[in-house]
Nanobody, 128 residues
């Protein structure tokens, strides 16, 4: 059974940077598209970015130019480099994985059941 474990969350001031990591275990990482979602208090979960098996990426408009998603298949790890963080980026960040969805459908998934696996989340707090 595939499992995802996020790390790297924390508190940072506005304008700062953080790098999130997500390790996949229980299956072959390279066969999955992987991505990040976030959910702020009182708001719906939203897709942040996704990277497919060959390295194509797709980002939410709200993070384009500030966040970079990448993967290291040798380490079974997904990354999210976040820069120029703003208070509105405060949220629980979740990684997710799926073996078949194209990037647009992955990023716009609304139901947890749409994707094959989810992590438990890591909290990012940005103070002004």
């Amino acid at each position: 059974q595939v499992q995802l474990l996020e790390s790297g969350g924390g508190s940072v001031q506005s304008g700062g940077s953080l790098r999130l990591s997500c390790v996949l275990s229980g299956d072959t990482f390279s066969t999955y598209s992987v991505g990040w979602f976030r959910q702020a208090p009182g708001k719906e979960r939203e897709g942040v970015g996704v990277i497919d098996k060959v390295g194509n990426t797709l980002y939410a408009d709200s993070v384009k130019g500030r966040f970079t998603i990448s993967r290291d298949n040798a380490k079974n790890t997904l990354y999210l480099q976040m820069s120029s963080l703003q208070p509105e980026d405060t949220a629980m960040y979740y990684c997710a994985a799926d073996r078949s969805l194209e990037n647009w459908y992955f990023l716009n998934a609304r139901l947890t059941s749409t994707l094959d696996a989810w992590g438990q989340g890591t909290l990012v707090t940005v103070s002004s």
